[in-house]
């Protein structure tokens, strides 16, 4: 499993912002090999994250390629603050399963 963890500070954002990330989730959550999201904002930096998962790197690939995530990194500059992607492979979850169902994946 992978996960990709993409952090970054605000500007303002348009319509154009909300209409290309909203497209952008809608598509991860149609591809193969989608197997969930998070998203947490940092109240004391206002650092947002967003956190995908997916069952391989191909998957995760296949939205990097994805056109409408290639014309939203074309212009980023107009809607964040700066950024920084983090892609992870997950040798493990572990937990004691109380929050099983309420994340996009479950421990193990």
């Known amino acids: 499993m992978y996960s990709s963890t993409f952090i970054f500070a605000k ?8 209409r290309l990330d ?14 969930g999201e998070e998203a947490w904002e940092n109240p004391t930096t206002g650092l947002v994250s967003n956190v995908y998962y997916w ?6 690939q296949a939205l990097i390629q994805h056109p409408t995530h290639l014309q ?14 983090i892609i992870s492979q997950v040798l493990r979850t ?8 309420r994340l996009p994946i479950g421990s193990t």
């Open 11 to 18: 500007r303002q954002f348009d319509d154009e912002f909300h």
């Open 22 to 35: 909203q497209q952008i989730a809608e598509a991860a959550r149609t591809m193969p090999g989608y197997l």
């Open 55 to 60: 069952e391989s790197l191909e998957a995760l």
């Open 72 to 85: 939203a990194k074309a212009r980023q500059a107009e809607w964040l603050d700066g950024y920084q992607v």
């Open 94 to 101: 572990y937990g004691d399963a109380k929050l099983n169902g």
